[in-house]
């Protein structure tokens, strides 16, 4: 109970220039934040550096809730990388091995084909429809290295969004009440 | 400064860098190991080789591989995924390469072996093939490493049976 009367204490006692500043350094906190994410999607050329396994299609190796960092390189790609790619006209990107490549000499188009290391089949029945084969265009990057369980807090904050706000509520609390 | 909330704060930031220490430094102890594994595939037999209706070829072979993968473990490996690639050209294509089987080693003790096998792939009459042992180490944290050897000189049959 003390704590509580003690944060309404604090906050009836602030001044504006003091909010000010706290509201600045809150900013260049967000903004740091920004520009290392921004930095890492130039350093490895890929839309989306960081991305956290949401199915189970790839274990025992990636489990859900890993973190997979992504490198995109102009090498053409070859069967046994581990590509994440979007489908046309699905947000979620998708991370499984390519199996199948194959590549004509006079257009330079290449057709590849993948699948989940756990699942039966191979990946056509996620490709948009009609499409039987990836272009390299769709793939976002090549998974070349990982940690284990590190993505949970992303993914508990997706699907259960009430926890996002009670997170960045009580960060805010704890920025806005502190005495600095 | 003293209240909970902030040693709380400091206590869990420390732990998370300490954590990404140790997870970088495991996985750069992964650079001290020098592998030498040894792959030997034969092929058996050609089981059948028919034209399908849509155009391609479809093919089904016997393969018998014999492998020593046991010095690509380290500590920092949870298991190692291997495919058997066959890469060839056709007159269209300059590079195809299909796989034709995978299997997960989770263990050290599983890493030496042998392995009876039927695949299909899709390909060409007469072609000559490489057949290719591809490794992916998939460490328990850190870097991921890949790795293939190549054994050349297959050859599909001429005529279809």
């Known amino acids: ?180 | 400064m003293h209240s909970f909330g902030y040693r709380a704060n400091a206590l869990l930031t420390y732990a998370l860098t300490i954590l990404a220490l140790m997870c970088t430094i495991a996985s750069f102890s992964d650079n001290f190991n020098f592998p030498s594994p040894s792959v030997e595939i034969q092929v058996l037999n050609f089981n059948w080789f028919q034209k399908q209706p849509h155009g391609n070829d479809e093919v089904s072979l016997t393969m018998n591989i014999t492998a020593d993968l046991q010095s690509l473990f380290t500590w920092n490996t949870k298991q190692l995924f291997i495919f058997v690639a066959a890469e060839y050209e056709t007159p269209q294509n300059s590079l195809n390469q299909v796989s034709l089987w995978d299997a997960i080693i989770p263990a050290k003790e599983h890493a030496k072996f042998w392995f009876q096998t039927a695949n299909k792939g899709s390909n060409l009459r007469g072609k000559e093939f490489n057949l290719t042992l591809h490794w992916h180490v998939m460490p328990k944290t850190g870097k991921m490493l890949a790795d293939k050897l190549v054994m050349s000189g297959f050859r599909l049959p001429e005529e279809y049976r």
């Not at chain 1, 001044?15 to 130039?42: E, F, H, N, P, Y």
């Not at chain 1, 102009?74 to 091995?97: D, L, T």
């Not at chain 1, 699948?115 to 070349?144: C, E, F, H, T």
């Open chain 1, 1 to 180: 109970m003390g704590w509580i009367a003690e944060n309404v204490e604090s906050i009836k006692s602030m001044k504006i220039r003091d909010t000010l500043s706290q509201l600045i350094t809150l900013g260049m906190i967000v903004s740091t934040a920004l520009i290392i994410w921004k930095a890492l999607m130039c350093l490895t050329g890929s839309e989306s550096p960081v991305v956290v396994v949401l199915s189970g299609s790839m274990e025992p190796g990636f489990k859900r809730g890993d973190i997979l960092f992504l490198h995109m390189s102009e090498a053409p790609f070859r069967a046994g990388e581990i590509v994440v790619y979007n489908v046309e006209g699905k947000q979620i990107p998708i991370v499984h091995r390519v199996i199948e490549v194959h590549e004509q000499e006079n257009s330079g188009k290449v057709y590849i084909l993948t699948k989940g290391d756990a699942n039966p089949a191979d990946d056509r029945s996620l490709y948009a429809y009609g499409q039987n084969w990836l272009k390299p265009q769709q793939i976002m990057g090549r998974a070349v290295g990982f940690v284990p369980y590190a993505g949970w807090v992303t993914i508990i904050m997706t699907e259960k969004p009430i926890i996002k706000y009670i997170l960045v509520g009580a960060l805010g609390l704890l920025v806005i009440t502190s005495k600095d």
